[in-house]
């Protein structure tokens, strides 16, 4: 099956920093990617949609100045958390849609972030 | 607003017995609904997909009811191993694959 990955698996930063989080189709192209986060035994909450080559869609709620998202490539999106706070400590996780099956098939999710903001 | 549940946080049950996880969702009419398997740690796994014309799915073990009329969704698995033990979560998905909404998950714990 496809397979995405993300990077880093794990960060630390202290309050205020900027953290880049990648994510990565490794074989198939990905015109939308998804960013989600999870909270502990919580289930994930669709934080926004990213489209390649245009602006990111962002879920109500969420601030787009704080989350930036960039897709610049078919085979990459890259969510950036600014000026995190110890709030935004969460576990991020990212998928795409391979779009060769159709429209509408499963979504493959990358291994996932664990941020923690100190 | 649309709300998905799933039967139980928690689901126990023995080695070799079948597992049955109940989703159920109101305030929403999926073209789809698919079923996905998360480890601790890790992000879901798609396992199943079924449309909302179909009212059964199956994939080795694995096997998926659709009734839209109750707007409810049962996943089993059959023979249940220790392996299988993972939080399962069901998604509703629009017609054009829009929409996206996961439930709340259903921690499975498969005892030898």
């Known amino acids: 099956g496809a397979v995405v990955s993300q990077h880093p698996s794990r960060v630390i930063c202290k309050s205020g920093t900027s953290v880049k989080i990648e994510c990565r189709s490794l074989?198939?192209?990905?015109?939308?990617m998804f960013w989600y986060r999870q909270f502990p035994k919580q289930s994930l909450m669709l934080m926004a949609t990213s489209n390649e080559g245009s602006k990111a869609t962002y879920e109500q709620g969420v601030e787009k100045d704080k989350f930036l998202i960039n897709h610049a490539s078919l085979t990459l999106s890259t969510l950036t958390v600014t000026s995190a706070h110890p709030e935004d400590s969460s576990f991020y996780i990212c998928?795409?849609?391979?779009?060769?099956?159709?429209?509408?098939?499963?979504?493959?999710f990358g291994p996932g972030t664990r941020l923690t903001v100190t | 607003s649309q709300k998905i549940e799933q039967n139980s946080e928690a689901l126990n049950i023995q080695e070799g017995k079948t597992a049955t996880l109940t989703c159920n969702y109101t305030?929403?009419?999926?073209?789809?609904l698919q079923w996905y398997r998360q480890d601790p740690g890790r992000g879901p796994v798609f396992l199943l997909l079924?449309?909302?014309?179909?009212k059964e799915k199956r994939k080795e073990r694995l096997k998926v009811t659709f009734d839209t009329t109750l707007k409810q969704s049962l996943f089993h698995i059959t023979a249940s191993q220790p392996a299988d033990s993972a939080t399962y979560l069901c998604a509703l998905v629009g017609n054009y694959g829009q929409n996206f909404v996961f439930g709340p998950g259903t921690r499975l714990s498969v005892l030898p």
């Open positions: 998928s795409a849609r391979d779009p060769d099956p159709g429209p509408v098939t499963g979504q493959y």
């Open positions: 074989d198939f192209q990905a015109t939308t």
């Open positions: 079924i449309r909302e014309n179909e």
């Open positions: 305030n929403y009419s999926p073209a789809y």
